[in-house]
C-alpha cells in the first residue's frame, strides 16, 4: 500500500475526508525555473496562536535566501459589524467582531 492510500485511510477514519484529483485533472508538473526561483511572489502563511509558527518563522528565517520578517499580531484585529445584515449573520454564525 502507497502512502497516498495511507494518508487517505487516516483521513477517511477520523475526519471522513479523502484527498482526491477532480476528475479530468492532468498532474501538474513544475518546470524548472529560468532563474532558480520556484516562487515569484511572497508567500503569507496564517496560523492559530501557539501552533508553532514563531518556531517556522525561526526555522524558515535560518535560511540564507528566505526572508521570514517577524510576525503580525493579528489576534486583536477586529470586524466592523456596522451594518444589521452583518450582524445578524455573525450573531447566526456564532461569531464575535
Known sequence: MGW???VNGTLRRTVGYELNRPAGHPSRRLW???DRRVLRGPVIIFSAARS???L????LGSHTQVYAPPELPLMHLRVRAETKWIQIAMQEL???Q
Open 4 to 6: 497516498q492510500q495511507r
Open 32 to 34: 524548472p525555473p529560468e
Open 52 to 54: 508553532g509558527s514563531t
Open 56 to 59: 517556522l518563522r525561526m526555522i
Open 94 to 96: 456564532e461569531l464575535t
